[in-house]
């Protein structure tokens, strides 16, 4: 697909040229880790007028070209430029391609910016101290300003029942889990109505969104957007997998008051706060669906990889938090019937 480093290098210069109007030397191309679906590669371009930090995000080398990887890829610039309109924080784009492009693979090449996505770096590393007391306030400011994108601006974005969908994702898997069928159950007959249908992200969370000294610099991972109930993001972002070890429910740095306080200032919505458990219990069996997911494709042979066995080890963790979830909320039901003890 891409080639060598060289070709690469090579490759990207013809690419950026057009943006700079002028010739470009490509430095310090380097492929980053982690990405489990994207190539992630940081370098600068240097030109007569200076040196420009920038990042390549394309299709894995090696992948087979279709057009629905171009779709998605295209589709991912277009939401990263309508969350900036309306005020999300968003790299800035220099250039995009489907498979027919110069590099040969979808890509997206932006600007980089600085600071940290890893996840225990952001709530132990001391540089940081500042910054992770504004985190929660300032994911629900963000995510209320998200779901104001206009959803004709991403054409094609999946418009699916979600609890049906991952249903469905998990019964193709053939794994047995009582505690994720009792889930499932659970859900269902508990599910709330959507309030409203937006842009939702789909993975916005620690790892997505680069941090630095004064907290969210930018959001990142479009991939898996959608349309869909805007607590959805909301949920996601209180899954435990997300907290990282931080005692805190919110990204393991903040409350749901800050979270939900900030998101209805924004957003001019209310959120209930029934609904938002609702769908963080779904995210955790969503994450556990995932982690099956991830260790198939290494024990199948699609994709070797100790990471995504490592993935797989997981799901007894999301088993674990989805029964904790589960006494939590028939507790709470059974205290708004007056003591009724709940069933599942």
Known sequence: MGGTVEELRDQLASVL???FGEAVEIRDLRRLTGGASRETWSFDAAHADGIDPLILRRAPAGAPADKASADLMLREAAAMREASRVGV????????????????????????????TIGRRILRDEQYVDARPRIASQCGAILGALHTMDPKTVAGAPDLDALAALRAMFEETGVVSPTLELAFRWLATHRPES????????DFRLGNLIIDRSGVAAVLDWELLHLGDPMEDLGWLC???????????????????????????????????TVAK?????????WGVICILQANRHLKGAERSIELAAIGRRLCEQEYDT?????ELLQAAGGRRGGERGTA
């Not at 899954?239 to 998101?263: H, I, K, M, N, S």
């Not at 029964?323 to 006494?327: D, Q, R, S, V």
Request: proline share 7%.
């Open 323 to 327: 029964l904790g979830l589960l006494e």
């Open 239 to 273: 899954v435990r997998a997300w907290r990282f070890g931080g005692e805190q429910p919110v990204a393991g740095v903040g409350t749901y008051d800050q979270l939900f306080t900030a998101y209805e200032q924004t957003s001019g919505h209310p959120v209930d706060r």
């Open 278 to 286: 609702w769908w963080e219990l779904y995210g955790t069996v969503r």
């Open 89 to 116: 924080p968003e790299p800035e784009l220099l250039a995009t391609g489907d498979d027919s492009s110069e590099l040969r693979a979808p890509f997206i090449v932006m600007r980089r910016i600085d600071g940290e």
């Open 195 to 202: 309030s409203r249908k937006v842009v939702v992200h789909g």
């Open 17 to 19: 040229m057009p943006s």
